[in-house]
């Protein structure tokens, strides 16, 4: 017959020859009790701690003013470190757009976050991607085919210059340069509303953007000094600037564009000179010195 073993807990009061507390506990009972004596004792110093002055003399330990004092300086140093990130990035900002002799591949080398995508990590269109971008395709088509020449019918524009001549390889694309002589200025294309002056360092010019009529906007590109302020009301052939300034090659040339409902249309076939049709582009030479 096995035993089974038990635990006795006796307290006697021997100046009354009396017991106190006689009890009897089983293992299992002995390490529950045990267990429970240890987490009556955390509870009990957890409270004393926490409720009581003795928690001042923690280590590490600060008291109320002191520990609001500091909550409220860490705040005001994140937002300190914040507003200084933003000043600093502003500032990079403006030096790259003010060098005139950065490159393409010195505004990807600032930021190094960027990660090189390989073929193999992007996935392929959707079918209903790849219809929506047929789709958009055939809108911007059609606007640009279209509706842009029906909604400038009926409008007058004229050359942007009177002696200026679009170069051979610009008069298909998006954005006309035009080759001027020294002293010839630069006229509006058609009516309409003066809505942005600025100076543009990457075009060695200033930037003039004229909102006209029936969704055309048209902008110029690396102008000489303007002569006409933002919400001024101007006509077509009006002079809105003066002739830009010569380059390294002493050429003096500015570029012209031109939108219709936000989409890029081709400023030859709106604003070509008469001149500039019969005018043949030529090799510049700079001239010599003597």
Do not use: C
């Not at 089974?4 to 009897?24: G, V, Y």
């Not at 429970?36 to 509870?43: D, E, K, P, R, V």
């Not at 591949?105 to 930021?111: E, L």
């Amino acid at each position: 017959m096995n035993r089974h073993r038990k635990f006795r807990i006796r307290i006697d009061d021997e100046s009354h020859l009396s017991t106190l507390a006689d009890i009897t506990l089983s293992p299992a009972a002995a390490v529950a009790a045990a267990v429970a004596l240890f987490a009556a004792m955390l509870l009990i110093a957890g409270a004393i701690v926490t409720l009581t002055p003795l928690r001042t003399l923690l280590p590490g330990y600060l008291n109320e003013s002191q520990r609001v004092a500091s909550e409220e300086n860490i705040l005001r140093l994140d937002s300190l470190r914040e507003k200084y990130s933003k000043n600093q990035k502003f500032i990079d900002n403006y030096l790259r757009v003010t060098d005139i002799d950065r490159t393409v591949s010195d505004s990807v080398a600032f930021d190094t976050d960027v990660r090189e995508l390989t073929p193999d990590s992007l996935l392929p269109a959707l079918p209903a991607e790849r219809k929506f971008m047929t789709s958009m395709e055939e809108r911007e088509r059609f606007n640009i085919s279209v509706l842009a020449p029906l909604a400038a019918d009926g409008m007058l524009f004229s050359p942007v210059t009177a002696d200026g001549i679009f170069t051979a390889d610009s008069r298909s694309e998006e954005a006309g340069i035009i080759i001027v002589p020294e002293g010839t200025s630069v006229q509006s294309a058609a009516d309409g509303t003066v809505v942005g002056v600025y100076y543009s360092p990457s075009e060695r010019g200033y930037a003039i953007l004229v909102q006209h009529h029936k969704g055309f906007l048209s902008g110029y590109y690396g102008v000489g000094t303007p002569l006409v302020s933002t919400a001024d009301a101007i006509d077509s052939g009006q002079i809105i600037a003066l002739s830009p300034e010569p380059d390294s090659r002493n050429r003096r040339t500015f570029t012209v564009r031109l939108w219709h409902n936000g989409l890029p249309v081709v400023p030859y076939e709106y604003v070509g000179s008469s001149t500039s049709v019969s005018i043949p582009e030529t090799t510049y030479e700079a001239p010599r010195g003597r």
